[in-house]
Nanobody, 114 residues
Framework: QVQLVESGGGLVQPGGSLRLSCAAS????????MGWSRQAPGKQRELVAL???????NYTDSVKGRFTISRDNARKTVFLQLNSLKPEDTAVYYC????????WGQGTQVTVSS
């Protein structure tokens, strides 16, 4: 079955950077659209970055210019580079895979605090 395993979260100071990774298995990775969503305490989950199977990218406005999504089809991995982090970026970040249905990972915590 499809499995998505995130890594790379942690505690970082405002202005810092992190790189999240999501390793996929049980799927023909290159066929899937992949993405990252996040959920902060008391807020709805939002999709922050998406990369299609063709390589097109899309970002929510609040992260444009700061976050970069990429994928490595040979390694079945999707990445999210987070730069210029702000306290409001604090959330659990979930990996997403979509084709005929949606799949989600278990999440990795990102905390931005001084």
């Amino acid at each position: 079955q499809v499995q998505l395993v995130e890594s790379g979260g942690g505690l970082v100071q405002p202005g810092g950077s992190l790189r999240l990774s999501c390793a996929a298995s049980g799927m023909f990775f290159s066929n899937f659209d992949m993405g990252w969503s996040r959920q902060a305490p008391g807020k709805q989950r939002e999709l922050v970055a998406l990369i299609t199977h063709g390589g097109s990218t899309n970002y929510t406005d609040s992260v444009k210019g700061r976050f970069t999504i990429s994928r490595d089809n040979a390694r079945k991995t999707v990445f999210l580079q987070l730069n210029s982090l702000k306290p409001e970026d604090t959330a659990v970040y979930y990996c997403y895979a979509g084709l005929y249905r949606n799949y989600w990972g278990q999440g990795t915590q990102v905390t931005v605090s001084s």
